[in-house]
């Protein structure tokens, strides 16, 4: 079914991919874009698309009622996911949002919050198939090797960390190992975060530069052997096809999902 959609972070770097693909390659409209940044200004000029016009605009719960999407992609910034959540979901609107930052505690209220006011969110800190499919991989491979640590990397213009990928890798692992690694020396940190932060017993080391989209490398270590299990997004393209399988499949879920992987067939 067509679907009326908002776009929110319409002019960020993942907000105006989202917006090229489903200008050029869905059938669903393209109702309101939102943004902090050009308002009032044209995307479809902006962005190059040859597209009826669609004026830049700053207030998303006005934008609602002035365009009743069906549904709000949300790619922002984690200071304001939460209240653009609040926003949407009060107004019964489904969202998919792959905007960070949101704790475990926020998802608690938010399947509340959207049970409520009968609407659906999907929340997924990686729509990359293939890092859906990493974490999967390393939550098997947590069954049997249990000594593991995180490297994530991403562009030097990302906000938070760790990334939400690694919190939710970290996650899975713990859910499926059987023991723990016990370090028996004591160790000696010469620089404080040299060894990474610690996601209960599991290490996540951050590396930020320019040049790298979003990558990840999940390494096991056993006695005389090691697997590395790594992903990588060389553009923000690679998010997109997640984000059209999230956009078919919003009106068949209840309440909140959090990651894609409950999509996959
Ligand atoms: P970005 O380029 O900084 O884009 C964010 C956009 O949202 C900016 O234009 C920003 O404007 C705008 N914005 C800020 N507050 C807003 C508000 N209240 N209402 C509407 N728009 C607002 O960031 P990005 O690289 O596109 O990433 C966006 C988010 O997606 C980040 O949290 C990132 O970690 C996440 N991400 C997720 C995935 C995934 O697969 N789930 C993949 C890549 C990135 P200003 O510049 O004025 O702040």
Do not use: W
């Amino acid at each position: 079914m067509k679907k009326r959609v908002l776009v929110n972070g319409a002019c960020g770097r993942m907000g105006q991919e989202v917006v090229k693909t489903i200008v050029l390659e869905r059938d669903d409209l393209l109702v309101g874009v939102c943004d902090q940044v050009n308002i009032g200004r044209n995307l479809m000029d902006l962005l190059g698309l040859e597209a009826e016009e669609l004026i830049i605009k700053g207030d998303l719960r006005q934008l609602i009622e002035e365009t009743r999407p069906d549904v709000i992609i949300d790619f922002t910034t984690p200071t304001v996911v939460m209240d653009n959540i609040r926003i949407g979901l009060a107004s019964g609107v489904d969202m998919i949002v792959g905007t960070t930052g949101i704790t475990e505690v926020d998802l608690e209220s938010i399947d509340k919050l959207a049970r409520e006011n009968k609407a659906n969110i999907l929340i997924a800190p990686n729509f990359a198939l293939g890092a859906v499919l990493m974490m999967r991989f390393a939550a098997e491979a947590a069954k049997y090797i249990y000594d593991v640590e995180i490297i994530e990397l991403h562009h030097d213009q990302k906000l938070d960390s760790p990334s939400g990928t690694a919190i939710k890798t970290a996650e899975l692992i713990k859910q499926n190992r059987k023991e723990m690694r016990v370090i028996e020396q004591e160790e000696i940190e010469k620089i404080t975060g040299a060894r990474g932060a610690d996601a209960e017993g599991i290490k996540i080391h951050s590396v930020r530069l320019p040049g790298l989209v979003a990558h990840q490398e999940v390494i096991f270590g056993a006695e005389g052997q090691s697997l590395s299990i790594r992903h990588d997004s060389y553009n923000r393209k690679s998010f997109m096809p997640g984000v059209k399988l999230a956009l078919d499949k919003i009106d068949q879920i209840s309440g909140l999902v959090y990651g894609l992987e409950h999509l996959l067939a």
